[in-house]
C-alpha cells in the first residue's frame, strides 16, 4: 500500500490523523509525533475554524462508525434468536 497518501496514527488512541498540519490528534487531543506532521507543522498557527471543521469531520466519521457497530450489533442479535429458537439440528448430522 506504497500509493495511498501516507496517514499517520495516533500514538494515544491510533485512529488516522486527519490533518497532519495540526499538532493534535483531533480526536482525543493527544500530540502527535513531530515526524508525523506535515513539514510546515511547526508554523502553522492553530486556526479555530479549520480545526472546527475538521472536528466536525471527525465526528461524522465516528458517527458513521457507531451506526455501523449497532448495524452489526442488530444482525448478531437476530442471529443468535435465530439460533435459539432453532431446534437442535446437530442431532440430524449424526
Ligand atoms: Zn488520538
Known amino acids: 500500500m506504497s500509493g495511498a497518501a501516507q496517514r499517520a ?7 488516522t490523523v486527519l490533518n497532519n498540519r495540526f499538532a493534535r490528534c483531533l480526536y482525543c487531543g493527544a500530540g502527535l509525533a513531530q515526524q508525523d506532521l506535515a513539514p510546515a507543522a511547526a508554523t502553522v498557527q492553530f486556526d479555530a475554524e479549520a480545526a472546527r471543521q475538521q ?3 471527525a465526528r ?4 458513521r462508525n457507531e ?3 449497532e448495524r452489526r450489533e442488530g444482525v448478531a442479535d437476530i442471529i443468535g434468536e435465530l439460533l435459539d429458537n432453532l431446534p437442535d439440528i446437530g442431532d440430524l448430522f449424526d
Not at 9 to 15: D, I
Not at 60 to 63: E, S
Open 9 to 15: 496514527l495516533c500514538p494515544a488512541c491510533s485512529r
Open 55 to 57: 472536528q466536525e469531520e
Open 60 to 63: 461524522r466519521q465516528q458517527q
Open 67 to 69: 451506526s455501523l457497530d
